[in-house]
């Protein structure tokens, strides 16, 4: 929600308004440490808390995917399976992790 808020209001407005009536995924204890666990020595560097942040609460939550254009820390093959065996190693099954265009592929 932090991010839709963010920017242009107008654009702003329109994120928000696409996003009535999702449900909200809650930040735990057990996504906060799994976040960490995906941190510095993990998979994703000390600056990508929040999108660790974004993956953990997915795992946590038994999300089957999580879709993102953040293809830095998220959507990326070269780390993805690292991010995978993180949250497996902690008990979670991790999310797809993958751009709403490789979602659609047929």
Known sequence: MQEAQAGDPE????RLAGLHGIP???LSEEATGLAQALVAPGPLPTNAVVDALHIAIAAVNGMHYLLTWNC?????????????DVCRAHGY????????EELMET
């Not at 654009?11 to 329109?14: I, L, M, N, T």
């Not at 099954?93 to 709403?100: A, I, Q």
């Open 24 to 26: 909200l995924l809650t």
């Open 93 to 100: 099954e991790p999310p797809v992790l993958c751009t709403p």
């Open 11 to 14: 654009a702003a407005a329109r």
């Open 72 to 84: 830095t820390h998220i959507a990326n093959a070269a780390i993805r399976s690292d991010i995978e």
